[in-house]
């Protein structure tokens, strides 16, 4: 879930929205809403990011996530801006399960550790957004798509790790939104070269695409466009995953 703001007679209110290559937002909901509805549709966990990044949605930021996990059970990944151990702090104070390290990971690598240090590996998701480049190979941007950091995915990803990052989630920028399905073959380089979870992101427009991303290697599959514009939700493409081969509950 992405989190943008929208002003009303109330004062700034978050907002889901959608992205297309990580721009073109468009509006579907209210997070609590949404959120309850894909517990009831047993999603394992839930990803909730800040796009705005500003010093004005960050309490809004807080005021969601406290929301959310004082509503419903699943587990949230709360990201989009972090740049501090305390704020590290107040996310996990409201109820967040785990954080996402992106443009502040590269930054200041030592967060990871301290991070990890603290609260374990487990708590720690690394964020890879990424694009092809001409020569066939990847690199890491950072500030929303906006700075290529001239790293090869694997390259940071492997330090990360060594660091204390328990999982990695990579979004193919280029993807996103696109319904054109996932960046497998980095999927599979990053799944058989890393000894933690990755969680693939960017692409996903059938549930046949669930299926080969877990083919290629990854322990999890994120998405957003598709449950929210699509005639399809987590249920009905947890039953297609299944009927697929693949090893995933069908029931709480």
Same mark, same amino acid.
């Given at each position: ?10 004062? @700034? ?14 509006? /579907?909901? &209210?997070?609590?809403?949404? @959120?309850?509805?894909? %517990? ?19 309490? #809004? ?6 929301? #959310?996990? &004082? ?21 996990? &104070? ?5 954080? $996402? ?10 967060? /990871? ?21 001409? +020569? ?15 790293? *090869?995915?694997?390259?940071?990803? %492997? =330090?990360? #790790?060594?660091?204390?990052?328990? =999982?990695?989630?990579?979004?193919? $920028? &280029? ?16 799944? =058989? ?5 990755? /969680? ?8 046949? *695409?669930?299926?080969?991303?877990? @083919?290629? +290697?990854?322990?999890?599959?994120? @998405? ?16 297609? $995953? ?5 090893? /995933?509950?069908? %029931? #709480?």
């Amino acid at each position: 879930m992405q989190l943008a703001l929208r002003q009303s007679f109330r004062g @700034a209110q978050p907002v889901l929205v959608v992205t297309r290559k990580f721009s073109n937002r468009r509006a /579907i909901g &209210d997070p609590l809403s949404q @959120a309850k509805i894909y %517990e009831a549709q047993l999603a394992d966990e839930l990803i909730l990011v800040d796009l705005e990044r500003t010093q004005h949605s960050w309490p #809004v930021l807080l005021e969601t996530v406290e929301n #959310v996990s &004082d509503a419903l059970a699943t587990p949230l990944a709360v990201g989009g801006g972090l740049h501090s151990f305390d704020q590290v702090q107040a996310l996990l &104070d409201r109820g967040a399960d785990k954080v $996402i390290l992106n443009t502040a990971a590269l930054d200041s690598p030592q967060l /990871i550790d301290q991070v990890a240090s603290a609260y374990g590996a487990q708590c720690v998701v690394l964020s890879l957004d990424v694009r092809l480049q001409s +020569g066939n190979d990847w690199r890491v941007w950072t500030d929303s798509g906006r700075i290529d950091s001239g790293l *090869h995915p694997l390259t940071w990803a %492997e =330090e990360a #790790v060594k660091r204390g990052a328990g =999982e990695v989630m990579v979004t193919s $920028i &280029d993807r996103d939104g696109s319904g054109s399905g996932l960046e497998l073959r980095l999927i599979s380089l990053l799944s =058989e070269n890393l000894i933690v979870p990755v /969680i693939a992101s960017g692409g996903c427009g059938l549930a046949q *695409h669930f299926v080969e991303g877990y @083919a290629a +290697g990854a322990s999890a599959v994120a @998405a957003g466009t598709f449950f929210s514009q699509r005639d399809q939700n987590p249920m009905q493409c947890r039953s297609h $995953i299944r009927n697929a081969g693949v090893s /995933i509950r069908l %029931e #709480v």
